[in-house]
């Protein structure tokens, strides 16, 4: 397999990741990640003032690609607001699917995985996060091969925007980011130069 970083070295493309601002099942503290409940669930108020306040400081895109949840969407229609460009969506960049633990607590999936520490380890009825990564890096693959020295914001959900900054950034270390996970720092724009 190629690296990613070889990929985007050939694209130039100078991409920007972000986390959805808070939304209502963040809240709740429940999985939503089937995609017939795509719609359900939106930013709350202080999730678009962390996405309002992000926006302010980067506005300059040629595009917005997100995933198609709608607290992704709606995160990308606050910059997209301030960038003044288009936002196209991707089912490549949707929640991990959790199969079983749709509409459940957290607690569920978290104690799920620390019970198997593996990331090939497939949620019941649902994906693995390995299967998530190879998603992450197909959408790099094909970003890379349809646009050359574009300025890209991605708009995600939390394990894929840390796959594609796993990915993209040489220096990153994502067990070091998950070990000193903080949800108050999670939702802020990360930009990866070429």
Sequence with gaps: MIGANKLVKMSNNHFFIVRHGESENNLLCIDSSKLENKNQFGLTKKGRKEMQLQAQ????????????FRRAKES??????TSKCE???????REVYFGD????????????FE????ES???????????AKKRAIKFIKEINQIYQNKKILIVTHGWIALFLQEQLDDNFNLQQ????YDDNNSR??????N
């Excluded at 990308?76 to 607001?81: P, R, V």
């Design 87 to 93: 936002v196209i969506e991707n089912v490549l960049l």
């Design 76 to 81: 990308a229609q606050i910059f997209s607001k």
């Design 115 to 118: 019970k198997h520490k593996d």
């Design 57 to 68: 400081k980067f506005n300059n895109f040629d595009f917005i690609i997100t995933s198609p």
């Design 101 to 112: 633990f749709e509409l459940c607590k957290y607690e569920l999936s978290d104690e799920f």
């Design 121 to 131: 380890v497939p949620f019941p009825n649902g994906e693995s996060l390995l299967d």
């Design 188 to 193: 802020e724009v990360i930009e990866i130069k």
């Design 177 to 180: 980011v998950v070990n000193d």
